[in-house]
């Protein structure tokens, strides 16, 4: 017995050891042929760029796997992201099945990596990193005729890992931390089901920027199968555990060349409702370990569609929860929030969010005594449609202890009662012509809101706000923000030794306003109490004001009025801009029982910004005659205190610096009494009339009795520069109310182009060959009453150009008139009398007198549109011509005539003139067969004319042509139909002629010997409007 007992475990032994013999010798007889393969393997069928620092067979490393391992290994990806990393680790191992070392083929049937980054990686065309294997059927051919070895993975194992999948094209990140995976199937099978267990210490999930889950524990249990010929997936059975939220998803993906296919329903279970909140970020994790939590509740999120990021296709994702009789009760909180019954779901259609709907059809619950009830309906994003209603009574302590809310200490009864159904829509303002979005539609409303015994502690902060009451009642039943109306009644708050107190109430369609309030407050303990991140306060406010009637100043309208406002040891620092404005001292009063009684006074407004002292001292006061005295002394940069305050679109800017003390009253603007200067530095002007702003890079603006002096001011816009020099009467209450602005300047310019300054013209700074044409009529100020002498080198307006351009031009009431001018055009001394009024944006008026002696016809007709549109047949003439002429009409949009409106009258007088090839005295050439009429030479002929609805009269006109007595009258239409007499009066003297009427068109005129025709007449075209 001893014997066979030891014959046996000799031959144990013996095996035992011939095994473990053959593990350390089959790594060394075969590790050339094994290293060679798997290299010539991966040189081949991998397109990323493999490096590692050592290689080592063994059966130890995964026993009882033989594996070759490679070590420190890193792995580049695909392009576009070739040059990036698509993984790197410790160890990356080949397992190798052991009977395959003594076939021809070896084979690999398992993956090992240890300790490795995995950094999938897809743009935002979808091409991702992971696409290095060359799997095509060419490629396969070809590998199979040089490569010893073969993929016949049944196994892949990975341990202490990270991954990282970033698609920029969903755009999704997911990142998973102490990641471990093991993955089983025969996946050289083009068809497999793959069963697979992963683990996470830390998971991320952010869609679109938003974290939906942050640091959690995962734990997966999946059974997956898969297409490798169409690339599709089909999840049977997917267990996960995230944290303590159950959750299984089923369904199919199918990944295309362009995209994805998905079909993905995921699905928590009815599962306990604390166990949601278990998903929460690990910040939460001490409250949630704190919290009791009772009732159900149940997640389903599906996903289903197709995606393709060439059309921007993407699937419809929908996401629904529901709670039965949920409660949550944190630490030793008196009393739970229990009865939550919530059933909510939100649907995005194509991932569009200006397409979702959210849907929270029940929100309720209990707390104590009080109940809430609420619903919500919320459809699209850019213009959203609204309806949500609530009725809720809650005590906000027990609130805060029933949730436990870390952040916030609150107190106090709370009742809402508010309906809300409409739609929510910005526009453009009407009242601007500028791009300005405003709020042109709200769901109409209605809120009722009261609070007692408020308390309001965040707990980062050392105060709070206390003692807080007070009534809010809204409604907008029109959904018209101009239609809107409020009151805040009884409130009161306490802020430290701080106070205030009001009431507010105003009705927007009837501009009336109702006030009273009181406060005494620390601004410093304001930002001790309320997080205000970047701004810093400070000093002692005290304000009293009381209002009550309609503010209208367009009507005249002010509500009586009597307060003041105090502010001492003031500073305001905000995030917009990195210096604060100090030392403000302010002492303000108002005083009103009517409008033309109401007196504001600033006794003073002081204050230090970027070192630089600033003081004002005014009282205004009687609006329907303005009456004013202010003392400024100091320096201002306008643009940087808008910065402060984050003031966009502000329509002044520069600095200023001011020594003044004015005195005078709108209604006399003889009798003021000013002092000092103004000077101002790079400042810049905007208006809504002009497309760009005005610049004034440096100016003075002297100040004496009724006057303001400007003395060689340089100002600019657009291509333009003005030189101006004067005085301007009425400035301050010009500036202050909007009174005419009285004065005389000479001004002068290089080159002035009109295009800049139509109301639609295209910015400056824009390319000329992207900008589009300008459009829109110059506008002019109806606040101003100016006499300038203008002195202009060149003026560009359309395809006209005048030279030397000088005279009076006077604006007034918006309108400007041109007296005396004198301008070069085409060669010839013009001299204009006329005025510009504009009637709208797109409409101007315009009359004008026009005279010039001598003039070159030919270069008129080229160089001046209005002369080629009213005298077409200069184009057939050379030679000397006069023109006196008279008109009146409307421009349009672009600035040009609109000729069917145009009137007027006047003449011209043929100096000399060579009339060549003017089908008209052709026609009538070979009509009476008289040759010598084509192609006459005219002197000294007048062309008396009217012009009205399209159509120029011609009066009777005599010419002398080679003993010829040619006399015409009649019609021309502005598009060329003719309507004409023409008598050809015989030698010697006329006495007898032939009698002709011309008819047709300009280009081929119709000559009949005859008398004209009642039938004859050409017809008016009056201007549409």
């Known amino acids: 017995m001893k014997k066979v007992l030891f014959n046996i475990l000799k031959i144990t032994g013996l095996t035992v050891g011939s095994v473990l013999l053959m593990l350390f010798l089959l790594p060394a007889l075969f590790p050339g042929a094994v290293t060679g393969k798997i290299k010539q393997w991966t040189n081949e069928s991998i397109t990323g760029e493999l490096n590692f620092s050592r290689i080592r067979l063994s059966f130890f490393k995964h026993f009882p796997s033989l594996t070759l391992t490679l070590y420190d290994f890193s792995l580049t990806g695909s392009e576009p992201f070739a040059a990036d990393t698509l993984m790197a680790g410790r160890s990356i191992s080949f397992g190798i099945n052991l009977a395959s070392l003594f076939a021809e083929t070896m084979v690999v049937d398992q993956f090992f990596i240890e300790g490795a980054l995995i950094n999938v990686q897809v743009d935002e065309q979808g091409r991702a990193n992971y696409n290095i294997y060359q799997g095509s059927a060419d490629t396969a051919a070809a590998a199979s005729d040089t490569t010893d070895t073969r993929l016949n993975i049944n196994g892949i194992f990975i341990n202490h890992s990270r991954l990282v999948y970033h698609d920029r094209s969903i755009p999704l990140i997911i990142r998973a931390d102490g990641f471990r995976y093991e993955g089983r199937g025969n996946l050289a099978d083009s068809q497999f089901d793959l069963q697979s267990n992963l683990h996470a210490d830390s998971l991320d999930f952010i869609f679109d920027g938003t974290a939906y889950v942050q640091r959690k524990r995962l734990e997966a249990d999946l059974l997956t199968g898969i297409n490798t010929s169409s690339l599709t997936f089909r999840f049977a059975r997917n267990n996960l555990l995230i944290n303590k939220l159950p959750v299984d998803f089923t369904g199919s993906m199918s990944i295309l060349r362009d995209g994805y296919d998905i079909d993905l329903k995921v699905i928590s279970g009815v599962t306990d409702f604390g166990n949601i909140f278990s998903a929460l970020p690990p910040d939460y994790d001490d409250w949630f370990a704190g919290t009791q939590f009772g009732g159900q509740s149940r997640i389903t999120v599906e996903m289903g569609g197709s995606y393709r990021a060439a059309t921007g296709q993407a699937p419809d994702l929908s996401v629904g929860l529901w709670v039965h009789d949920g409660s949550i009760q944190y630490q030793a909180a008196p009393a739970p929030l229990e009865h939550v019954w919530i059933n909510g779901a939100v649907h995005l259609p194509g991932l569009n969010p200006d397409s979702i709907r959210l849907a929270v059809d029940t929100l309720n619950f209990q707390l104590a005594d009080g109940k809430t009830e609420a619903s919500l309906l919320l459809k699209g994003l850019d213009r959203p449609f609204v309806k949500a209603s609530i009725v809720s009574n809650i005590n ?59 308390y309001f502690h965040y707990q980062d902060l050392p105060m709070a706000l206390e003692q807080m009451s007070g009534r809010i009642q809204s409604a907008c039943p029109s959904g018209n923000p ?241 030189n101006l020099k004067g005085y301007t009467r009425n400035f301050i209450a010009h500036a202050i109310d909007g009174s005419t602005l009285l004065g005389s300047l000479s001004v002068s310019c290089p080159s ?117 549109e009213m005298a077409p047949a200069a184009a057939k003439a050379e030679g000397l011509v006069s023109v006196n002429y008279e008109l009146a009409g409307q421009l349009n949009a672009q600035m040009a005539p609109v000729y069917p409106g145009i009137k007027g009258g006047g003449e011209l007088r043929l100096e000399q003139v060579r009339v060549s090839g003017l089908k008209l005295f052709g026609a009538v050439a070979k009509a009476t067969q008289k040759d010598s009429i084509n192609n006459p030479d005219l002197k000294a002929v007048v062309m008396k004319s009217a012009v009205a609805n399209n159509i120029i009269t011609i009066e009777r006109t005599r010419m002398k042509v080679f003993g010829f007595r040619p006399r015409i009258e009649g019609q021309v239409s502005l598009d060329g139909r003719l309507n004409l007499r023409f008598r050809l009066g015989l030698p010697p003297f006329g006495a007898l002629g032939i009698p002709m009427t011309i008819t047709g068109l300009s280009s081929d005129p119709k000559v009949e010997i005859r008398r004209g025709k009642e039938e004859d007449e050409l017809e008016e075209v009056e201007e549409r409007e």
Request: charged share 20%.
């Open 396 to 454: 906000l302590r027990l609130l805060d202890q029933a949730l436990g809310l870390s952040n916030l200490d609150l107190q106090g009864e709370l009742s809402l009662n508010g309906q809300l159904e409409g739609v929510y829509r910005t526009g453009q303002n009407p009242d601007r012509i500028r791009p300005d979005t405003v709020i042109t539609a709200i769901p109409a409303f209605r809120l009722n809101a009261e609070l007692s015994g408020g």
């Open 482 to 722: 101009k239609e809107l109306s409020f009151s805040v009644s009884g409130f009161t708050a306490k802020l430290g030794e701080g106070q205030i107190a009001a009431d507010l109430s105003a009705e927007i369609p009837e501009n009336r306003i109702k006030a009273a309030v009181k406060a005494r407050l620390q601004l410093d303990d304001l930002a001790r109490a309320v997080p205000l991140e970047g701004y810093e306060l400070a000093g002692a406010l005290v304000a009293d004001l009381s209002a009550d009637g309609v503010f209208n100043p367009g009507n005249r309208s002010f509500p009586a009025a009597n307060g003041a406002v105090q502010l001492t040891g003031g500073r305001i620092l905000t995030p917009y801009y990195p210096h604060p404005i100090e030392q403000v001292q302010v002492s303000a009063g108002i005083q009103a029982d009517r409008y033309d009684n109401l007196a504001v006074s600033l006794q003073p407004v002081s204050f230090v910004f970027e070192g630089q002292p600033f003081q004002v001292t005014a009282r205004v006061s009687n609006p329907g005659n303005l009456q004013y005295r202010i003392r400024a002394d100091g320096a201002l940069d306008l643009g940087r205190i808008y910065q402060v305050f984050a003031v966009q679109g502000y329509g002044v800017a520069g600095r200023l610096q001011a020594h003044l003390d004015l005195n005078g009253a709108a209604a006399d603007p003889l009798s003021g009494r000013n002092t000092g200067e103004l000077r101002v530095s790079d400042l810049v002007l905007r208006s809504d009339d002009y497309p760009a702003p005005f610049l004034i890079p440096k100016a003075t603006l002297r100040f004496d009795q009724d006057k303001a002096w400007l003395d060689q001011t340089l100002l600019r816009y657009g291509r333009n520069e003005f």
């Open 752 to 868: 002035l182009y009109i295009d800049d300054f139509m109301v639609f013209a295209p910015p400056p700074d824009l390319p000329p060959q992207s900008a589009a044409p300008a459009e829109g009529v110059v506008q002019l100020p109806a606040d101003m009453d100016l006499s300038l002498e203008a002195s202009v080198k060149e003026i560009l307006y359309g395809q006209t150009r005048l030279e030397d351009f000088s005279g009076k031009v006077t604006l007034k009431d918006g309108r400007m008139a041109l007296e005396q001018i004198q301008a070069g055009m085409a060669g010839a001394t013009f001299h204009i009398s006329g005025d510009y009024t504009p009637e709208d944006l797109r409409r101007a008026a315009f009359s004008a007198a026009f005279k010039a002696d001598s003039f070159d016809v030919r270069r008129a007709y080229n160089e001046i549109p209005l002369f080629r």
